[in-house]
């Protein structure tokens, strides 16, 4: 059989693999997805919880409605911010000296959590990307 256009990446599988690259900053950690209630947990919950762990940073969140309440480990001061797909910030806090944090969410899709470090020598932590 002659290579050939049978041997190509499907153009979606391409399309994938770039979003999935999108928005990454060098020097950043990832936070990958540990839990989540709505995949793990029976349903009914009022709540979805959410774990990420980076080498770094575990990050802890219970969304309800439009509300989304959070706690960093190990505890401490931080920027969070909520980007959408596009790019754009759309909601932003800070974590008090406890790592706790609390954000408005002004609109559902695909989201990920940003923490900005609070010391210089710490990484910035990118979550995994998820859809609220």
Known sequence: MARGDSDAVPSELLAFAR???DGRRTGSQLAELTFDSVL??????AARRLEFNAPA???????????AVGRLAPYGAARIELEAAGGAVISSGEAD???RFRLILPQGGRV??????A??????????????
């Open 112 to 117: 990920r959590f940003r923490v900005g470090p």
């Open 57 to 67: 940073l575990a990050i802890e969140v219970e969304v309800e409605g439009r509300t």
């Open 119 to 132: 010391a210089p020598d710490l990484p910035l932590v990118e979550s995994s990307w998820i859809t609220i």
């Open 97 to 99: 000296a406890n790592g």
């Open 40 to 45: 793990d947990s029976p349903a009914g919950e």
């Open 19 to 21: 979003a999935a690259l």
